[in-house]
């Protein structure tokens, strides 16, 4: 039977709308031009405190250092999707967190004022970095379609941003703030055996890959679970796997270090010459021990011996009832109308060398643009009596035929000033600090841990010694030899093994720096230049 159509019908059909073919050559529909956000801000605000938190639960005093890299991840994590605006709030968050916990031990003398500032100084570098990581996780996706671009790719460029922003916050402005770098809460870690070959940003880099390249591979949704875990286990393997640097030694050294507990601070009320008599006193045990050397503290000597005859007499005094043994110790120096804070070799009664410190620390022993800062802070500017000046002199003694590099306080943490250290062929550093400002704090305690990290970085045993401790002597491999405990009065003796082959990090240390650097801004130009076109979403043939 065949179907009629009526009048009607014929006339609904004919005002009915023509059907749309489908083009299987256009996407059916447009897919996101951005990586969109893993999870809500007020989440990801949330996380940055929490990553502040965990960042500094790596360094000692807690030292449980897998907390470093658990914060470096909640911080990525928050960036990924984000727009400029909101990674800066979550990187300030983060960095004022990480910050505000880390120096607390500002406050102990100097009260809320210099802490808060250094701390929000601190955290808009860490909100600046985390732009640049933001904007490279928004529109990686599209600069780079293929999943092993990504796995492979992203994790690089993230991570030589991280080493980016660590690596200017390190050198300005004013000499820069060196501490608290990620590689920095590894003394005690297995990775901390990268750092003889990478040194402390290759470091740095090491972990913050390792954190991202997670990370990336859990965002590759269409990757098989057993392959992402096994991707993961080879990368962590793979850093773990890093030998240690066999760290050549050639005899010892028979070396001692004094630590006088001195009230050696700087509101400290005491009579000139009481630092000196504590190290006097501290250092009769060693009385009828041979000696090759032995070393005070920054400003254990705090009357000159080159202009106050007591102060020589003393030094004299002590190195005669040693033996005639050098000594080397720290004091203040005022040369014309300059001022130093210098390291003398005092030998057969007199200064047989002296080193000027490489690296005053702003606002503490120098005052930069002090009539700006003195019309906002007065009484904290006007602490600030004296500005010590930049040494420029060479990094080592020659000691009766021992090549002793010299670091005063800060300069441990300054990597040109270590580098250099050892192309002036060091065979141990000398260590010397006055942590007595800080009291009992961390402070000390994350200083001693860059010094062990510097004592693998560079292959040589390390003299820690401070006026208030943490005191130790570290071997090349890290390991401490002997130490005095904080807050004591003691000497701590040991045949300190020598070495004088540089490590590839001493060696290469710069090189490595500007290439992962250069990882990270050739990275980020390329997601920011390349022009991207949506990709199309594969239509589905009815059979």
């Not at 500002?106 to 929000?120: E, K």
């Not at 000597?301 to 000594?327: F, H, N």
């Not at 000033?417 to 002036?424: G, K, Q, Y």
């Not at 040991?494 to 290469?508: C, G, M, N, Q, R």
Request: aromatic residues 10%.
């Amino acid at each position: 039977m065949s179907a009629t159509l009526t009048p009607a019908t014929r006339a609904a059909a004919a005002s009915a709308p023509t059907p749309q073919l489908i083009d299987l050559r256009r996407p059916l529909a447009e897919p996101q031009r951005f990586t969109r956000p893993l999870m809500p801000l007020w989440l990801a605000l949330v996380g940055a405190v929490g990553a502040g938190i965990a960042l500094d639960a790596g360094f000692p005093d807690k030292g449980w250092w897998p907390l470093t890299l658990v914060g470096v991840g909640i911080v990525l994590v928050g960036l990924v999707g984000r727009g400029w605006g909101s990674a800066f709030l979550i990187g300030v968050v983060a960095g004022a967190t990480f910050w505000g916990v880390h120096i607390f031990w500002l406050t102990l003398y100097l009260g809320p004022i210099p802490w808060l500032g250094l701390s929000g100084f601190e955290a808009v570098y860490f909100g600046l970095g985390s732009i640049l990581i933001a904007l490279v996780y928004r529109r990686a996706d599209r600069v780079w379609p293929s999943r092993w671009g990504r796995l492979g790719l992203v994790p690089i460029i993230v991570s030589g941003l991280w080493v980016l922003r660590e690596g200017i916050n390190s050198i300005a402005p004013y000499g820069g703030f060196s501490w608290g770098r990620v590689a920095m809460s590894q003394s005690e870690s297995p990775f901390a055996d990268i750092v003889a070959w990478l040194g402390m940003s290759g470091l740095s880099f090491a972990l913050v890959w390792m954190v991202a390249f997670l990370i990336q591979l859990a965002r590759e949704f269409d990757l098989r679970t057993s392959s992402r875990v096994l991707a993961g286990a080879i990368a962590i393997a793979a850093l773990l796997a890093v030998p240690a640097w066999p760290a050549p030694t050639s005899g010892t050294s028979r070396i001692a270090g004094v630590q006088g507990n001195s009230n050696a601070g700087l509101f400290a009320v005491h009579q000139p010459g009481d630092i000196l008599s504590d190290h006097v006193a501290a250092s009769v045990p060693l009385e009828g021990d041979k000696l090759d050397v032995v070393v005070w503290p920054e400003n254990a000597s705090d009357i000159d011996p080159t202009r106050y005859p007591v102060a020589a007499e003393t030094l004299d005094s002590v190195s005669r009832s040693l033996g005639g043994v050098p000594i080397v110790v720290g004091t203040i120096q005022q040369r014309g109308d300059k001022v130093y804070n210098t390291s003398l070799l005092w030998q057969n009664g007199g200064v047989a060398d002296f080193y000027d410190k490489r690296h005053p620390v702003p606002f503490a022993e120098w005052m930069p643009n002090r009539d700006f800062f003195h019309a906002l802070q007065p009484d904290l500017v006007d602490l600030v009596t004296r500005d010590y000046e930049f040494g420029g002199t060479d990094l080592t003694f020659d000691i009766n035929g021992l090549i002793a590099g010299i670091s005063i306080c800060f300069d441990i943490t300054d990597d040109a000033v270590m580098r250099e250290m050892s192309d002036e062929g060091a065979q141990v550093v000398l260590s010397q600090t006055n942590n007595a400002d800080f009291g009992k704090t961390d402070e000390n305690l994350q200083q001693l841990a860059i010094a062990r990290l510097r004592a693998i970085e560079l292959g040589r045993s390390v003299v820690n010694i401070s006026t208030v401790g943490t005191s130790q002597i570290i071997g090349p491999d890290g390991r401490t030899i002997t130490g005095i405990p904080a807050y004591q009065a003691g000497a701590m003796v040991a045949d300190v093994p020598l070495a004088t082959v540089p490590t590839p990090a001493s060696l290469f240390g710069f090189q490595i720096e500007w290439l992962v650097a250069g990882f990270g801004v050739i990275g980020l130009a390329v997601a920011l230049t390349t022009r991207t076109s949506p990709r199309p979403v594969k239509a589905r043939r009815r059979s």
